[in-house]
């Protein structure tokens, strides 16, 4: 069983940055694709970033490329999401899901419980 926790979540005004943190515990880190996604409210999640398990491979949401960058330790068991430029429109809740073959969208078996970001206009 794997235990996810995120953090670094919190209220930023637009144009500002703030970099998500997702522990990973239970499991070999090394092992699993981590991703990242997220719920506006009213909203179905959405996909954000993922990282493969070597980190050799990343996928972002067309509506965050070159401003989010998803990032790995695996000595560290922590994955990264590096926020920049933000908008109103990032604002929701945030969650780091685990998968040993997942896709950017799909095979996600893991998820944390998240952490909010909040974007002020």
């Known amino acids: 069983q794997v235990q996810l926790v995120e953090s670094g979540g919190g209220l930023v005004q637009a144009g500002g940055s703030l970099r998500l943190s997702c522990a990973a515990s239970?499991?070999?880190?090394?092992?699993?694709?981590m991703g990242w996604f997220r719920q506006a409210p009213g909203k179905e999640r959405e996909f954000v970033a993922r990282?493969?398990?070597?980190?050799?491979?990343?996928n972002y949401a067309d509506s965050v490329k070159g401003r989010f960058t998803i990032s790995r330790d695996n000595a560290k068991n922590t994955v990264y999401l590096q926020m920049n430029n933000l908008k109103p429109e990032d604002t929701g809740i945030y969650y780091c899901a685990s998968g040993i073959v997942a896709g950017p969208k799909w095979g996600y078996d893991y998820w944390g419980q998240g952490t909010q970001v909040t974007v002020s206009s």
């Open positions: 239970g499991g070999t880190f090394s092992r699993y694709t």
């Open positions: 990282i493969s398990w070597s980190g050799g491979t990343t």
